[in-house]
């Protein structure tokens, strides 16, 4: 069973971890757990000890979706990364807003909530969830119909936002035909290809820093999750060109290199992005992940038995770690 999935925000390159779990993009960390456990316990092996194969693929299911998305979501550094990412997607789907056209009867009632849209969301949602992994055949199928009512959702609250920020009125809901979302987005994600004379790029229309930024570092976040750490760096060193002083992009960096074990690169970023800005989520996160490996680099060397390496200062402030963030060297 192929475990693609082309709808929703899928179709846009980000895997969407909400709708894999079905909960809603608002959802807070214990729904999320709640959600999870229940989805585990469903596709737990017991459940299909008399088929085999249903068995086989409900593993499947849970090993390669169901965990990772929980993983990427009960991380705060990983959690806060995504949501920056769906941000800055919500804000470019709101742009092309009027260009959306679906035969999704769920989307369609969602296109025309209005003032009432935190009310039908989770209404709809909670139908499509109910029976999410009832069907393993069907369960890709259902996840990419959430997604869809997710990334809508995502456009309409952005647009919702903006309107709000520029003090403009709210924009009348959208006239529905018959192609289907993935069609509609294929426009809006590749304009040149269905455009039948030259168009004028609009101020607004131009890509912002902070979005291009995002854009690198959300990319670059899959590729750790999937253990392209080179890829990874390439490119951060892109969001860097443009934002030097960025701690998130600095901290990704440094947990990037950690991971290809050069803790020289690692403390050389993550030293930046705590000068940058040390509340930031992933900079702490990065700051303890370098500390735990340093004291394990540190524990191999006064353990060995050929090493002439004098052992740690009790007292806590020496190290690769200390001298990192600001303890006199000796």
Partial sequence: MSFAIKHGLFKLSIIDHHAILGVSLDADPKQIRLRYLKIAQQLHPDTYKADPAKKQLAGQILSK?????????????????????LTQIGKRLA?????ITTEN????????????????????????????Y???????NKVGRISELNMVYLMLKCDRQINRKNQLPPRKSATLS??????????QVQPSKVQSSPVTKTESEEPT???????????AHQYIVKGDYDQAITELRDALKID???STTHALMGSAYLRKKQLTMAKVH????????????RTIESKKELEKMTKIVNKSKTSSPNSTSKPENKSGNSGFFSGFFGAKKK
């Fill in 65 to 85: 979706l169901v965990n990772p998305a929980y993983e990427e979501l009960s991380r705060k550094n990983s959690f806060a990364e995504h949501q920056l990412v």
């Fill in 244 to 246: 030097p002083n960025n």
């Fill in 95 to 99: 742009e092309n807003k009027d260009k």
């Fill in 209 to 219: 820093p902070q979005s291009r930024v995002a854009s690198f570092v959300g990319r």
């Fill in 270 to 281: 993550i030293d930046k992005a705590y000068q940058a800005n040390p509340n930031d989520p």
């Fill in 178 to 187: 018959k192609p289907t979302v993935s069609q509609a987005y294929q426009t």
């Fill in 105 to 132: 009867s769920s989307v369609q009632e969602l296109l025309t909530s209005g003032d009432r849209l935190e009310l039908v969301y989770p209404s709809l949602l909670k139908n499509l969830i109910a029976d999410q």
């Fill in 134 to 140: 009832q069907s393993l055949e069907q369960a890709m």
